[in-house]
DNA sequence: AATGAATGAGCGTTCATTCAT
DNA sequence: TATGAATGAACGCTCATTCAT
């Protein structure tokens, strides 16, 4: 498992929610097959999940996991959902641990972005929760509210060191900020050709991002061009 | 189809090489069939692309299909490269046209990606390839290659902005600019949530890419972090 | 089903061994499918069986075929087995039945194999079993213990008739006698010209056979010709 | 190619009767589909056997192998005819070239058998003709003819050797002989367990059948048994 | 004589889903 | 909860066959 070491956390997993009542063998079952589904997803993409697979890896019966999860659909929607709640649980975890100013957030924002993209799962499921996203409205709601989550901390930074923006000003900058860590998963992430330059790409993306959120005027984002 | 017009262009389409010699009704149906394998993908996504589905939207037969193509890995990698292909000669074609200096062309270059993500087909075409990457080499190579050619430009302008910089210190900063408005794709692509603020997200990356261009020193990349 | 009267018995059916476990729904299922499998095969040949004939003949869906054998691999080496299996239980119970002498017991012999490749099944099977042996390693060595276990009752005769050969002659003996009697299928099978004439070739066989066993020495079969 | 040694012949190949007029490269395919397909027949069994294949062995399109040979059937029948008539002419040609007499001529007789059923294409192909001529009536009566030609030999010289026996007696004789003979290739044919015993069943053979042939009456062959 | 293109059927296989037990 | 059995559709793929060129 990855540490929870303060500066080099990894944001994983799967938050699972329901069913506190009753039988534990039944959630004993349902988590078995919302974690072998996430193995198929990092392991071998999307297109690998099925009730079948599942089956096999649970080492149950198909029919069994239809007890479960009723529709494919619902299971692929609990699962990018717990997918994303862990997410959000563990990058909440890790920001509101650090208080030491600003500048140092947003150090550690990046830091601890940069260490999760690394990851094999962040690198595997990321793509995927962005192409399903696409093509299902549900997945795509779910993703934003992550997203929407995630920027709230890169706000409350930008706000202390850049008071005069705007409310719409200072979104679009945090947005900026994080889409341009995102992607880096495609380029630096998990076995990607950009992975031994991840100390460089970090350094980068601080001093930028630094710069970025000080210096930047409203002027400079309303700028009209021809 | 797209037009060429040069500030607002949209890279698109798809660029087949292939078959000058023989009857034109195959090279009809050679086209045609990835034309409709695209149409699914942006459409559907990729789970959509089967031989049945294209042969229907061909209104053609299911042999038919397998007649060009013989597998569907065949199938899916010719329709990725032409795809790419496409990307690499638009980009190239529009890129090549500016002759204005180096901010003049960073400038360009962050309006012509930031036009493009805009496009359907880019916002739906580009994290699929993301996903796919992850599971076959060789579409992850094919995908490396165009990102590799779309970044000369970019090493070309810091080479001129900055060049006391080393070779890989350039190149790191030329992948972290890539990447950065490879992100924004999936939140400010086409119907995407922040697609009305791409007017700031253009200005907020020049601003922000030309002062990291113009100012960032081998000690802000090599500098070792506890 | 074929009688098992001493004299004038066929060898028949397949020896299915499996499940005796669980629901006998699926234990139909099974057989159905095996014997519908046979059916194909010695009505059309092997060519003919296919998941979706089989699934007709049974008048279940071709899914719930592969539900029983999960490649038609599988279900083709089951099939043969099975086959195979019933040759084998039925030739043995047939000539321990017989207790009357070596002499009586070669007539036995034969007259039981005359018998056999009379059947419809019996010539139909057998030449497709001889064919598959050339291509599948599997069913060659299936075919070759069945036939080392039948040739275990001549030998035995053998060894009273003429006890100074050597192991390796008298097995080749053996083998010369099975391979003759199994040529016959060929030509005096199951509706084949030479139907007939199976009472003359039993006789000719008894008469070749006896004399061959009793007369042979080991001089004849390891003489050298130019 | 083989030789045409007079002691160690193989009797092999097509004989292949058609369009002896107009162009020769006409023939030139026609023959190339046919050892196409003798080869497919051959190496992988009569199931590898389709126009694609062959086509791509021809390095031809599969069009213009139906252009030569309208249906399958109509392919397979040729193969199997063209395989049957080189199997007829040459066992014609080696056995007319023997005039030393009847015993020697039946040593002859099983020495031709037996080499030519150690070799690749006798022992791959007689089995699938033999199970090809239980579902095919036309295949069923070309290889019965082959059958009766082949035995015209044997029933000379049982002629000679044992002139009382009537006719039917004479061909049942015959064709016992022929079919142990048949029989072998299955046992002892090329690559299979008794290959290297057959030197032993040719001795065996020879000695079996002279005895049958000079010292069977008809009182043996007429016997009625309970 | 030969090719490229197309059809329509069938293949083995996998799938999501249902349901009685 | 869990299994075994079954359905019906779709999948990638190969096939024999046809036909205009």
New interface residues.
């Given amino acids: 498992m990855e540490g929870i070491d303060v500066?080099s956390i990894t944001v994983k997993d799967l938050k699972i929610t329901r069913r506190d009542e009753g039988y534990s063998r039944g959630r004993e079952g349902y988590e078995q097959i919302l974690h072998a589904s996430l193995n198929l997803l990092v392991d071998?993409?999307?297109?690998a999940i099925s009730f079948r697979r599942i089956a096999k890896a649970c080492d149950m019966n198909v029919g069994n996991v239809t007890y479960y999860f009723k529709t494919k659909e619902d299971l692929i929607r609990q699962l990018l959902d717990a997918i994303i709640s862990s997410y959000e649980d563990e990058f909440l975890k890790i920001m509101t641990l650090t208080k030491r100013g600003p500048e140092r957030q947003l150090?550690k924002y990046v830091?601890v972005i940069i260490n999760d993209i690394a990851t094999r799962k962040t690198?595997?499921v990321f793509?995927?929760l962005?192409?399903?996203?696409?093509?299902d409205a549900f997945i795509a709601e779910r993703v934003?509210e992550m997203?929407d989550r995630a920027r709230v901390t890169i706000n409350k930074i930008i706000t202390e060191l850049n008071p005069e923006l705007s409310d719409?000003?200072r979104e679009?900058?945090a947005?900026?900020i994080?889409?341009?860590?995102?992607?880096?998963?495609?380029?630096?992430g998990y076995e990607k050709?950009?992975a031994g330059?991840r100390?460089?790409?970090?350094?980068?993306?601080i001093?930028?991002f630094t710069?970025?959120v000080k210096?930047?005027r409203s002027k400079?984002?309303?700028?009209?061009?021809s």
Same sequence: chains 1, 2, 3, 4.
């Fill in positions: 500066e071998e993409g999307y297109k150090e830091t690198t595997r793509p995927e962005w192409a399903l996203a696409n093509h934003q997203y719409e000003e679009t900058v947005l900026f994080s889409a341009s860590m995102e992607g880096l998963t495609v380029f630096a050709p950009w330059n100390a460089f790409l970090k350094n980068i993306a001093l930028t710069n970025l210096t930047i400079d984002i309303q700028k009209i061009r």
